[in-house]
């Protein structure tokens, strides 16, 4: 017979037993309700369209939909601050943007980059300076040329004050000495809205953001801030190419809360590599002018830090920062 005292640890080592296990299987049984995916972006625009294309082809993933849900304002502010808050359970993810390693430098947002944990970057892509296919610029200088005998009486269009195609505006501004008047949306898809209506004279948003006009002979995209030009649009040269050595983009990935279990978080990344890695995923982002950019967890998180310490002196130097 057991003694009371071997019946005790008995009872303990069972009791132990019991609570790996419940903890294993929470673990394998994660997703069980759907998982709601924050954009912080209008719909319509290059982080909303990546974030429908991840959700469907998640599909065969993970055992829960993805439903996508766009949370506008603040060039990316409200809807990154939700995700910064949200309970870390795995329940509800961001498709985060370059955007989380700007805004923190303003003074905008309670959050840093690093209150995020990333799980898998998905595509990047450069900023463009695109116009009306009407408008009297047929080449970036002219543009360019133009706006510096008119200070201030370009309006450019971008996704927020402080994001990242504002950031764009401001760096190319800074790099030639031109002045010109940056005009907030809350996100792409309404800043070339705006373009398409006369109400301003450019956008500074990425080639994707702009494609169906362009393709639909709307818009005109006068040079891109890319290393080399893009397979989508061969014509269209590079600033380093007319003069202009800027090289500014975004990218886009899946984020976290900051304290999520690793035990979800490795599932996460499982889910995202494969998705990412789905030929109908990868076809979708291609046929929206979107450039496939997969990168890990730790890899992604080595990207998101080095950015944050770039961008914390650049905006400090062109005024943004606080």
């Known amino acids: 017979m057991l003694t009371y005292r071997n019946r005790l640890h008995l009872m303990a080592g069972l009791g132990a037993a019991t609570l790996f296990g419940t903890r294993a299987q929470a673990a394998t049984a994660y997703p069980r309700r759907p998982i709601e995916l924050i954009v912080p972006f209008a719909a ?21 939909a993805i439903g996508v849900v766009n949370r506008t304002g603040g060039a990316g502010a409200v809807g990154l601050s939700e995700i ?19 805004l923190p430098h303003m003074g905008l947002v309670s959050f840093k980059a ?9 595509n990047a892509d450069p900023s463009a300076v695109t116009v009306k296919v009407d408008a009297p ?20 269009g971008n996704s927020g004050t402080g994001g990242i195609w504002h950031l764009a505006t401001e760096a190319l501004a800074d790099k030639t000495g031109v002045k010109f008047n940056s005009i ?5 898809a309404p800043a070339v809205t705006a373009l398409l209506g006369g109400h301003i004279e450019a956008v500074g948003v990425s080639p994707a953001e702009v494609s169906a006009q362009v393709a639909a002979g709307q818009l005109r995209i006068l040079g891109v801030m890319a290393d080399e030009r893009l397979t ?22 899946i984020f976290a809360q ?10 996460l990344r499982t889910a995202s590599r494969e998705t990412a890695n789905e030929p109908g995923f990868k076809e979708t982002l291609k046929k929206m002018n979107l450039n496939w ?30």
């Open 84 to 102: 910064m808050a949200a309970r870390p359970d795995g329940y509800k993810l961001g498709l985060g943007t370059v955007e989380l390693t700007m």
């Open 114 to 122: 690093d209150d995020f944990l990333p799980v898998a970057r998905l």
């Open 44 to 64: 319509g625009g290059g982080t909303d369209l990546v974030a429908r294309a991840f959700a469907d082809a998640a599909k065969p993933h993970l055992d829960k």
């Open 232 to 253: 989508a649009f061969p014509e269209v040269p590079t600033f380093k190419e007319s003069g202009v050595d800027i090289t500014v983009g975004t990218w886009r990935g």
């Open 137 to 156: 610029w047929k080449t970036l200088q002219e543009y360019l040329d133009y706006a510096k005998a008119n200070p201030g009486k370009v309006r450019v």
């Open 258 to 267: 900051k304290r999520t279990p690793d035990d979800v978080v490795q599932i």
């Open 184 to 188: 907030p949306y809350d996100g792409a």
């Open 293 to 322: 950019a997969y990168l890990d967890g730790p890899q992604f998180a080595e990207q998101v830090k080095a950015q944050s310490d770039t961008f914390a002196v650049l905006m400090k130097r062109i005024g943004l920062a606080r």
